[in-house]
């Protein structure tokens, strides 16, 4: 990755804040640990691990559900709260951008609950918003106890209905429309290492949709799934409409996303999985943030410390999935980062 010179300013109104998660630091998982969970054959042994960790209370709750659900909504709110409590109104859109993958995925589901007159409450994650709420929004129209972003997009969803009988398209849409309120919402915070990392998302989000066009040989246009405010131009991305996934590859060596574009494509081609994508994303957003361990109190060094612990939490989530249904060491290590 390019190293720029950010500028990052300190806010005393974050320093007491800042003290507080720089003490709770010591709370993440090491290599070391990653490692013994990784290789527990059993979930007996992966418990042995966590319960010398920070999530050793959700132990008894993990054998009896069998799960890792309950860990993922109860941290989730925590995390929630906490900056709830903490963050400035006009920062409370960082929590927006923090939780932008776990959101787009709630309005998704809602919208296909609706479409296929289904209860799909089991896939939905409630953190920032509530299964019934916005399901009930959706069939009555009425966005009154909606957030205000949540409920434009929602309603925007909504109106694709009966437009699009594809729902893959529908889909891409819908990403579309919500990624630019969710880039207007960045740019009112005003902290330019947080609008640029939400750049780079909407990068990552159009290199991802071009690999699968490519390799799944999806036909839809490029024009339906390139989107709008990422570093890599959509005048740029469009070049390679008629172009080879190689030849996307090459190019993108010279780029940022190098590794999550080579590596990723490799993974295809050897095991027909996307999942090297996701890991080594992962690695480029932790990498990103390198320059606020040279600060001491703002939103920025906030907003990485959460970063972290939702990775933490989404590679606890893998290894226990993998170690329940015997996957293979080597697959669950080349989706967590180790």
Known sequence: MVRIDYDISDDSYYLFTSAELRTREREFLDKNRIERMVRSAKLDEFFKVLRDTVYSGYINDLENSGNFD??????????IKFLSERLKPDDMAAVEILFLEENLHNLKTVIKSVILDRELESF??????????????ALTGNYKEVREVVAEVLRFAVGLIGQQKNYRFMELELENFYLKKMFDS???????LIIDYFRHIIDIYNI????????????????SFIYENGFLTRKYLLEFRNES???FAREMERTDYSD???????ALHSGRTFSAFEKNEDLFRIDFFEPVKFTVSNLERIFQFFLI????????NIIHTGIIYGIEKNKIEEKVKI
């Open 70 to 79: 309950k860990v993922l909504i109860e941290e989730y709110g925590k995390i």
């Open 208 to 223: 991802k949709n071009i690999c699968r066009n490519k390799y799944l040989a999806e036909d839809f246009d490029f024009d």
């Open 309 to 316: 612990k939702k990775l933490e939490l989404k590679y606890l």
């Open 124 to 137: 939905f994650i409630p953190i920032l918003d509530s299964y019934q709420t916005l399901r009930g929004a």
């Open 186 to 192: 960045a740019k009112k915070i005003d902290r330019r």
């Open 245 to 247: 996934l190689d030849f």
């Open 260 to 266: 999550i574009v080579t590596k990723g494509i490799n």
